[in-house]
């Protein structure tokens, strides 16, 4: 991994830094992103990783700001702590409450009206997705609100370092379309019995289950709309209370458009709740930002677990250690379906 810093004004200070180790996480839509760096404690390296520079490597274009540092209990070396740029939208606040219909116009105009002197942080040209939420944001950061619709949706956030016009650039994305099928030129299947995967881990995690969500709408106290979302019934029913009071019952909406509403901000919500399986594994780091990237929807294939699955490439961690880079990707939690177990 060639790491270089670039300074808050995003002009590069150095190139191909030295560093012990490296891991370099990123996610499509859940997290800012992480690095962790470790550098030997000299005077020169304490003063180069300054706070607020940026961190970047050649393998992707979304840059790590350092907000952190430690000296090690023997004093022989720094850890160095960097996140996302999207971390800088956690840092601002929505001050006016957003009606949101189409949602990547919604998050870019949630950044338009709350940037407020972020003068390095540019919004990317509209990807014109179709993707409608009616939905209404209220409070909060302006981080968490993208985040929120942008899981809803199914889209990733990033923010992308441009050395040449020295600014980082917000950007609302999707991945490619990458299932295994005859017909598909962009396919990848990632795989065991292939041997481009390896160190395969499988989770299933039921921990954070709601199925039917109780939504709360306008009025005072027992007089509340309350739309139920979801009809599972007995011990298979996990029920999710939702404050929706900030949902506006306009003068020209009629009830079934406010339920509507209501029921709208019920599935957001379930969403974020919902059974969570994924695989793990190790792949080859020479085809990521080409072939396949962050975000895609891939075939992931494990017969040792019996399960193959269309998912989408959720996290990338790249780890470097002694000259060597390796790749874990992380893939979501859908479309799971059982294959035949190989037994030995």
Not at 27 to 48: E, H, M, P, Q
Not at 150 to 160: C, H, S, W
Not at 221 to 237: K, L, N, T, W
Request: glycine residues 8%; aromatic residues 10%; proline residues 1%.
């Amino acid at each position: 991994m060639i790491l270089s810093i670039y300074d808050s004004d995003i002009i590069r200070r150095a190139d191909r830094i030295e560093y012990k180790t490296a891991q370099w996480d990123e996610y499509y839509n859940a997290d800012f992103g992480r690095c962790i760096l470790t550098v030997s404690n000299t005077r020169s390296n304490w003063d180069k990783f300054a706070y607020f520079h940026w961190l970047k490597h050649d393998k992707s274009a979304t840059p790590m700001q350092i907000l952190y540092k430690e000296i090690s209990a023997d004093g022989s070396k720094i850890e160095i702590i960097s996140r996302g740029g999207l971390k800088r939208l956690d840092g601002r606040a929505i001050l006016d409450t957003l009606k949101i219909s189409n949602v990547e116009q919604g998050i870019y105009a949630m950044l338009a009206q709350n940037v407020r002197g972020m003068t390095k942080l540019t919004a990317h040209a509209s990807a014109g997705f179709p993707e409608i939420l009616e939905h209404e944001i209220t409070g909060g950061s302006v981080y968490d609100g993208a985040r929120d619709l942008a899981i809803e949706a199914g889209f990733g956030l990033r923010v992308n370092l441009l050395h040449q016009s020295m600014t980082n650039e917000f950007e609302v994305y999707n991945g490619v379309n990458r299932r295994f099928s005859q017909s598909n030129p962009n396919a990848m299947l990632f795989s065991d019995d292939r041997k481009n995967l390896a160190n395969i881990t499988y989770s299933d995690d039921w921990s954070g289950i709601k199925n039917v969500a109780y939504v709360r709408g306008e009025g005072k106290a027992g007089e509340r709309i309350i739309e139920i979302v979801g009809d599972a019934v007995g011990d298979d029913r996990f029920e999710l209370d939702v404050d929706a009071r900030d949902l506006r019952w306009e003068t020209d909406m009629t009830e079934p458009q406010y339920l509507d509403n209501l029921m709208a901000r019920g599935l957001m919500k379930l969403s974020e709740h919902n059974r969570l399986q994924n695989f793990s594994g190790i792949v080859r780091l020479d085809g990521y930002g080409t072939r396949f990237g962050l975000g895609d929807i891939v075939t992931c294939r494990s017969v040792m677990h019996g399960i193959q699955v269309d998912t989408r490439i959720t996290k990338s961690t790249i780890t470097s250690r002694d000259n060597t880079d390796m790749l874990t990707l992380t893939f979501g939690e859908q479309d799971i379906r059982f294959i035949k177990r190989r037994i030995a």
